[in-house]
Each structure stands twice: as C-alpha cells, then as structure tokens.
C-alpha cells in the first residue's frame, strides 16, 4: 500500500514583485503574486495533485499583500490557519528577469526594490509556531526555507510527535545563512533529507562551511 503524506510549510507567507530588465537596464514592474521559495513548492505540488493535503504554519503581515499571499494558497486548497497575523508589513521579494537570460544566475532576487530603493524584507523575531494537533502521528513532507532558531524548533516538534517527517530545505540565497555559526548549520542540514540550491548561493554555503574558520585543503569536511 503507497504512504500517504501530508505537505507542510513552515514559513512566513510574502509576494513576490516581478519585473522586467530590457537591454537598456530599465527596470519595468510586472505582475505581483503570492511568494517565497518553499511555498512555490507547496502551490504546485497542491495544485496538481488534488488529494494532497496541505498546511502552512507560519506568520504574514495585516495587509494587502498579506490577503494576497495567503488567497494564492487557498485558491488551490492549501489550510492556512496556522498561520498568524501580525501589525505589520507582509514581506516582498523584487524578481528582476533580463530580457535575455544568459546564465543560472542572471535572474536577480532582492530585497530591495528597485524602484524605490527600500528594503521590503524582514523575518518576523518572536514567532513560534506549533504543528498542528491533526498531523500529530501522521506522515508529513515538511518544506523550509530559512534557518531561524523557530525552524529548528518546529523541525523537532515534527520530528518528535510524527509518524514520519520528510524535510525538503529551499535556499535561495547567501543571506539565509550567513548569520549563523557553521555548527548551527550543519546542525539543520543533518536533519535535511533534500536540499534545492542555486549554483551561487551552494557555493557560498560550501566555503563558508570550509573556509571561513580557517580550515586547508586537507580539513574539509562538508558532505554534498
């Protein structure tokens, strides 16, 4: 008889701002949509495979784009109401895609819009979320896309209280990491059953992990 899993993401709901770069470096906005890494996993999976059933836990700011990220969820059957709302802004990634895409990595994700020049994103600092009673004993593929203490947390509790817990960790980008001690890191990487990463951002996880305490050649350790 095949498992039957349950999908979760443990992550804070954002939108993801598009636009276009033309051959002049003009950056022109395009189409605003519901966001973030591990929740591109959770929508489509959900949305081609209509007997999944899937949860997000999390935190999304009391506004606008706050309704807009947790509707594209729900349109396609995800449960959000694990997930909290906050006084705050709901966060926003700036997508910025050349007219000619000439390698992995000429797509850039930032921040910082590049309209305006503000910074639209912060990880919320006192939220902690707990896995919801139904799932307890049941087998969950649990996504992640961020390194915060509050994931690790959630990660034991899944761990701990389900039947099975199979973990799928999105990193997008340096900045999710580069704050953490290496022994914090490989800590979660080693209760990580998949891994998605970029060729930049690997890079930078393979050196900072190698390198950045002073180890040679001969002391490398990380496994990949």
């Known amino acids: 008889m095949d498992k039957k899993y349950c999908l979760v993401a ?24 519901g966001g973030i890494s591990c929740l591109n996993v959770l929508y489509n ?9 899937s949860y997000i836990v999390g935190a999304v700011g009391n506004d606008k784009n706050g ?16 997930v909290k709302k906050e006084n705050r ?6 997508i910025i895609i ?3 895409i000439t390698e992995d990595d000429s797509v850039e994700i930032s921040e910082v ?29 649990l996504c992640i896309s961020n390194f915060e203490k509050s994931t690790m947390d959630f990660i034991n509790q899944a761990k701990e ?16 990491f580069k704050e953490f001690s290496n022994e914090y890191i490989e800590e979660l990487l080693n209760k990580v059953d998949m891994v998605q990463i970029n060729n930049k951002t690997f890079k930078a996880l393979y050196n900072k992990l190698n390198f950045e305490d002073g180890k040679n050649e001969s002391e490398k350790k990380t496994k990949f």
Request: charged residues 30%.
């Open 10 to 33: 443990y992550s804070f709901p954002c939108v993801d701002q598009y636009y276009i770069k033309d051959k002049e470096g003009n950056v022109i906005p395009q189409k605003m949509t």
């Open 161 to 176: 209280k389900c039947k099975e817990c199979v973990i799928n960790l999105d990193v997008t980008k340096e900045k999710i």
């Open 113 to 141: 819009s590049p309209i305006t020049g503000v910074n639209t994103y912060s990880l919320p600092q006192e939220f902690k979320g707990e896995l919801p009673e139904e799932l307890e004993g049941k087998r969950i593929i």
């Open 89 to 94: 802004k709901t966060n926003v990634f700036h």
């Open 45 to 53: 999976i959900t949305l081609l495979r209509n007997n999944v059933s």
């Open 98 to 100: 050349p007219e000619e």
């Open 67 to 82: 309704e807009k990220a947790l509707e594209s969820l729900e349109n396609v059957g995800v449960n959000t109401d694990y």
